[in-house]
DNA sequence: AGGGGCGATGTTCACGTGAACATGCCGCGT
DNA sequence: ACGCGGCATGTTCACGTGAACATCGCCCCT
């Protein structure tokens, strides 16, 4: 019975029952294997063949066996579509982001990722090259005709407060890098409580100030990693000088240090980001400012890379994996409660990492 | 008739028409739009509303303004699973691969994102944490049971290999970093060209020979570039050093370089990516020896941060850009013709940016 | 031995959409 | 005036799945 070639003969024939077939005979393979061409080969009822697929009980040993091999010998696949529509659910998480490029955003999604597929969840992507609100809102509506089930939001929030009325109801949503806690559910690194750790580390060191490099000032993490460096600062009574204003790109670290190289009494720097951090550093090199000797530099994020600048860098580790594993801890709460009405702000730690580019200031 | 608030009396109503319900009158928003909500709303067949969904002619524009209103006011949207179940495609493509911390591959996986979303297609991604044949298996599999049309691969081919059954027929393959042209479509960075142009540089600077820090072994990339640097060097007839084993970290390269900072006849390296060449730098940093005046080194990649190592990295630019604009467009093309039987291999070219790093030898 | 119950399997139907076919109306030509 | 054609719209049905209900046979208990 199953010794004679069936495969040959037997998907012509559940192809052949279906109506178009093109007239083909020996050409394109076949379109698709259904419960029903499963069920057919098997000699049962399709609700068989579904009951097998989905591991319920109730279905005899040699039954389920006869099913498992008409599955295999027609490599029949379950029709998510035709499930999806059944259940009303998709089992996906759509992921709306900006630069997949940018430190972190990556392992987030990464994170999201692996996760989300450990639940059984898909995730599915929609990049948003060029930050205006029109693409934003473009995304949502994308992402509200796709079929996710939840959607994970990475990017600032205030490009967003008209965006989420273009999602379904039932849709349910997680920011990250944002503060709004109130309207979503929000995970982030602990960006306030890094800065801060970074800051205090040159103080504690004996550094009269800190200088800072920032990110751009449409992120929320590099408003926040600003803001706890003031914070620190004022509340030790040193001097604030006023922030260099960077893009989290090398280049405009490097623009930063050469203006830092000529302020004579800049003996410690907090960079948003290691690209910036690493800029600094080329320019501190260039202009013959030692590090950490002249200058103590700090960074943020705790790139890979950052162990082997010149010197290596002190910075600020974020635990991204952490941040999307939360990330998909929420979205499926909501998606499994049907609780949308507990927000709130779920913040990850970030700690300091100390390498070569931090020393005591030189005492003159 | 649009003044006293139709919002909030149509979307019960609509609601209500559906069994389940849940009884909560005010609780839960509702569930899901259907065509059939938006034509009783309108007064009209949902199949008129259907021919307005897909912008259909044959629909004055009267009734076609009522369709809209309504669709507006319940917020309706397309269910795509039942679209997906009703043409038999689904619009969406799959992503395999694994580190998308990778250089390269996120910004692949970008481009790829960017692409298929102007074309109308959504990108599911299944990431592959570690590289076993399961997993592999596992995450082709899975692929086969998701609402994919296509699916890019993005890893090493010789995992592949019996993977690729699990698929169902008629979802197309396209192949990143990989030589399996015979079988899939590849679409790949000119790896060869690239590192031939790498050597060729050096050479051509007055260097007796290049060495080389290797990526990993299991890596075609790797492989092609460091066949490619063998070859140039056999044929100018120049010794070809043994080449150190990295496995792209900048912790391999920096190991690799604290070895070739005690040959005292290298002058010039060729790393297969940009962080091993970072971590080269430290080393030969660290050991006194200077970059470009005592060893020149040449990187693969271009990351935006080679611009800003010490000193600014002479480098190999990909554009992975083009990389993933190439693999939709290569599914697509497989989608829309039907035509499985042309893999062949799509190379994109590479080029030279020559910074800081290299430098004729020390005239002794 | 007969009936009741339970376990295995089959049948029916709805999920939301859109192609194919059906209907019905209006205008134009003779 | 009557009929026919074409166009706007409605009706039916299938896509693949799985819940709910129906059926059938067997075993156990009285």
Redesign the interface.
């Known amino acids: 019975m199953d010794l004679n070639g069936p495969e040959q003969q037997v998907a012509p024939v559940a192809g052949g029952a279906r109506r178009g077939g093109s007239g083909v005979p020996g050409g394109?393979?076949?379109?698709?294997?259904s419960m029903a061409d499963v069920a057919k080969l098997a000699g049962v009822s399709s609700q068989t063949v579904s009951r097998v697929s989905n591991g319920h009980t109730g279905v005899i040993g040699s039954t389920r066996e006869q099913v498992l091999a008409a599955m295999r010998e027609l490599?029949y696949?379950?029709?998510?579509?035709?499930r999806?529509?059944r259940y009303?659910r998709?089992n996906?998480i759509g992921v709306i982001l900006f630069?997949?490029?940018s430190t972190g955003s990556?392992?987030t999604?990464?994170a999201i990722?692996?996760h989300a597929?450990a639940e059984g969840y898909?995730?599915?992507?929609?990049?948003i090259?060029v930050a205006t609100q029109d693409n934003v809102l473009g995304a949502f509506t994308?992402m509200?005709?796709?079929?996710v089930d939840a959607v994970i939001v990475i990017m600032e929030i205030h490009l967003l407060d008209t965006a989420t009325v273009q999602l379904?109801?039932?849709v349910h949503v997680v920011v990250v890098d944002s503060d709004a806690g109130d309207r979503y559910g929000v995970v982030d690194t602990d960006q306030a409580d890094g800065a801060r750790g970074a800051v205090r580390h040159l103080l504690e060191l004996g550094h009269r100030t800190v200088w800072h490099v920032s990110g751009p000032g449409s992120s929320y993490a590099a408003q926040r990693r600003a803001q706890a460096w003031r914070t620190v600062l004022e509340a030790a009574g040193r001097p604030v000088p006023v922030p260099l204003d960077g893009d989290w790109?090398?280049?405009s670290?490097?623009t930063a240090g050469l203006r830092l190289a000529e302020e004579p009494d800049c003996t410690a720097v907090f960079a948003a980001n290691d690209?910036m951090a690493?800029?600094l550093?080329?320019a501190f090199?260039e202009r013959g400012r030692s590090v950490p000797a002249d200058i103590s530099v700090v960074g943020f994020d705790d790139t890979?890379?950052a162990?082997?600048?010149?010197p290596?860098l002190t910075t600020v580790h974020q635990d991204f994996a952490e941040v999307g594993r939360r990330c998909v801890e929420g979205v499926l709460r909501q998606i499994r409660t049907?609780d949308d009405s507990r927000p709130g702000t779920d913040l990850v730690p970030a700690r300091l990492v100390v390498r070569d580019s931090t020393a005591p200031p030189r005492t003159t």
Do not use: C
Request: hydrophobic residues 35%; charged residues 20%; glycine residues 12%.
């Open positions: 394109r393979r076949k379109q698709r294997v490599g696949r379950p029709n998510s579509a035709a999806a529509l009303g998709f996906t630069s997949l490029s990556s392992r999604v990464e990722a692996t597929a898909a995730i599915t992507l929609i990049p090259d994308r509200g005709e796709l079929a379904p109801p039932g790109s090398a280049e670290g490097y690209q690493l800029g550093l080329r090199h890979p890379d162990a082997f600048f010149i290596p049907g």
